[in-house]
């Protein structure tokens, strides 16, 4: 178990730039899940995927914000025409679904994010 | 899905100290996660208890269940300055969706 793994650890972006993150998931996990999280609040829910599949999407995020999860391992977030407000700690987890077991008992488990900065 | 949310925002004690933070939620769960936060790193699981669970120990953690109250919380034993650190909970419902939602968090400092 080498941890979930997100690069960049930092970006620094000027407005209206396109800034793309990826997330490893632990390699068993099958659900990947991306949050948002800005000083002093906690981590906003942005999507998740099950293997390949983008199972829900939130409604706060703009179609500035897509992801992706081609083969069911990695995933990417891009963010097109970054705006200042954008600038947070973009999270990644992952989780289990044990085989016969109940998905939403496993916890997730997170990467130490990426910072964004837009300037 | 559902926020929990937590109480007191922040707390302040000496190493050593007991440590309590409470959680509510509006409606009925499956499971209740507790998450811990170190400033600029992910969070990291700490506990789960199920509905039909009242009481759950780990190490120094202790976590309650009352559902009735639509309540949790985590009560840190001993604390020690590295136990400085955010700590969230996260009710579940388990149908429909399998997302996880969390409050701004109780922000917990411990004096050496």
């Known amino acids: 178990d080498t941890g979930v793994s997100q690069d960049p650890r930092h970006k620094i972006t000027k407005r209206g730039q396109n800034v793309t993150f990826r997330c490893d998931p632990i390699?068993?996990?099958?659900?990947l899940y991306w949050y948002r999280q800005t000083l002093g609040q906690g981590p906003e829910f942005l999507t998740y995927f099950q293997n390949e599949a983008q199972l829900e999407k939130s409604r706060l995020l703009s179609d500035r914000f897509s992801a992706e999860r081609p083969k069911g391992s990695f995933s990417t977030l891009e963010i097109q025409r970054t705006e200042q407000g954008d600038s947070a700690m973009y999270l990644c987890a992952s989780s289990s679904r044990p085989t016969g077991g109940i998905s939403y008992n496993s916890p997730l488990h997170f990467g130490n994010g990426t910072r964004l900065t837009v300037t | 899905s559902q926020q929990g949310e937590e109480d007191p925002q922040a707390l302040s004690i000496q190493e050593g100290e007991n440590a309590t933070m409470n959680c509510s939620y509006k409606t009925s769960i499956n499971n209740l996660q507790w998450y811990r936060q170190n400033s600029g790193r992910g969070l990291v699981h700490l506990i789960l208890?199920?509905?039909?669970?009242r009481e759950k120990h780990s190490g120094r953690l202790r976590v309650t269940l009352d559902t009735s109250k639509k309540s949790s919380s985590l009560l840190i034993t001993a604390s020690r300055a590295a136990d400085t650190a955010s700590y969230f909970c996260a009710p579940r419902a388990g149908y429909n969706t399998d997302k996880l939602i969390f409050g701004t968090g109780t922000r917990l400092q411990v004096f050496p």
């Open positions: 208890i199920r509905s039909n669970e």
């Open positions: 390699s068993e996990h099958n659900r």
